[in-house]
């Protein structure tokens, strides 16, 4: 028996699993590389170095999460791919213009917001916000087509050259002494790579079916899909807002360096398992869409079945650093990130529950019920930030702010959990009864 016939032979038989395991191992592959590569960045760029790239980072994923007015997650539902293809479109029209609107404003008056924040000199890097918003969009809209598609192999790739791409740059510009400039190249390239491939595939398969777009077709996905804009916008908006802010706040309130402990602890629990969620959630929207359309009462058992695989996938790495990140974080990353080991064991629960939740929030796009979404958005947002801002108010510690902010994240995700199941027994009731 050959090697491939053995290697298909080892892989789950069920096309859920089977995409999964596709998508994760690249990222898996990504993260070796990212991970391998952290000591010695670490080396090469301070503390406030990555404080200054968390701060860069959380604004870019707050602007990108309004690019395209959320549209994008409307692209794998439409039963015709002449509608998908249209909102594809309609996804780089709107990113276009809302690209050029951050440019001016980063230009007119974005350094002024920044030292406002009290984070000092940070207002020499704003070419990177409006550079990386178009990039990480247009990943993620390419992104969508490619769920939609099924191209589980070609994303996987992409997230390798990704990976790949970033810890280059930054090995090399770091060597080079370039400072924080290098760490903000490296995450350029890093969100650069993979789009040619993922733009490749979507011209082959426009030209052979032949797909084109109308402006009446255009107007009519932009009022079919308008539940994504009025809901989704600002639910999301929310979303990744709760997830950056803290890196804003900290970073504002606590400095720089007590920022880059928190981001470096943050990516050493997130790196691997919240981009195997991040893959895990790309089949479940897929195979999701698919069941809501053809076999409805079948979408809470994979969400069930989804929680359960989730939860045991990290269990036991998450608890495994926690426990042990005070000890392992100054021997291999260097001492002055110690601070970084402890903030790793006060957030091990928060995201592992974050790790099993985030892939299953996707149920709510899927039943489109994104004002639910919006509500606990706005719950998580207000939860996060108020708790962060209450410590420093309180004249707390960071360590104690840290603590807080993980206490504010467990019970933020906990209620989802709580509220998805709901949605689902509700849906699942409706459909029963029509």
Request: hydrophobic residues 50%.
């Amino acid at each position: 028996m050959s090697f491939k016939k053995k290697l298909k032979r080892c892989l789950p038989t069920d096309s859920f699993s089977r995409s999964v395991g596709v998508l994760a191992g690249g990222v898996g592959i990504a993260q070796i590389i990212v991970i391998a590569s952290s000591p010695l960045i670490t080396r090469l760029f301070s503390p406030s170095d990555f404080g200054i790239l968390s701060l860069f980072v959380s604004v870019v994923a707050i602007l990108g999460s309004v690019s395209c007015l959320c549209y994008q997650f409307a692209i794998p539902l439409p039963e015709e791919e002449e509608d998908a293809f249209a909102l594809l479109v309609l996804c780089f029209i709107i990113l276009a213009a809302f690209t050029t609107f951050v440019a001016v404003v980063c230009l007119v008056g974005g350094a002024s917001l920044f030292e406002r924040l009290g984070v000092t000199g940070a207002g020499h890097y704003l070419w990177f916000v409006p550079a990386a918003c178009f990039l990480m969009s247009a990943y993620e809209i390419l992104n969508q087509w490619a769920i939609r598609t099924k191209l589980f192999g070609c994303l996987a790739q992409t997230k390798i050259w990704q990976g790949g791409g970033m810890v280059v740059s930054q090995i090399g510009l770091g060597l080079a002494k370039t400072g924080v400039i290098g760490l903000l190249i490296g995450e350029l390239t890093g969100r650069a790579f993979g789009i040619g491939a993922l733009a490749t595939r979507l011209v082959a398969e426009v030209r052979r079916q032949r797909l084109r777009v109308s402006v009446s077709r255009l107007k009519a996905v932009m009022s079919r899909y308008r539940r994504f804009p009025y809901f989704s916008t600002f639910s999301v908006a929310l979303n990744r807002g709760a997830g950056g802010v803290p890196a804003i706040l900290f970073a504002s309130l606590y400095g720089p360096e007590v920022a880059g402990w928190l981001a470096l602890g943050e990516r050493a629990l997130q790196g691997p398992m919240i981009l195997l969620g991040q893959s895990v959630a790309s089949v479940y929207v897929g195979e999701g869409a698919d069941l809501l359309r053809k076999s409805p009462e079948e979408l809470h058992s994979l969400f069930r079945t989804t929680a359960r695989r989730l939860l045991f996938i990290g269990l036991i790495p998450i608890g495994a650093l926690g426990l042990l990140g005070p000890y392992l974080f100054p021997f291999v990353f260097g001492s002055e990130w110690a601070e970084a080991g402890n903030y790793v064991q006060i957030l091990a629960v928060s995201l592992l529950l974050q790790f099993v939740i985030s892939p299953l929030s996707q149920t709510l796009n899927i039943l489109e019920r994104q004002d639910i979404q919006l509500l606990w958005d706005i719950f998580r947002a207000v939860l996060v930030a108020g708790g962060i801002a209450g410590a420093y108010v309180s004249s707390l510690s960071p360590t104690l702010a840290v603590v807080i902010y993980s206490a504010s994240l467990s019970v933020a995700y906990a209620v989802q959990l709580v509220v998805i199941s709901f949605a689902l027994k509700r849906h699942r009731a409706s459909g029963t009864r029509s």
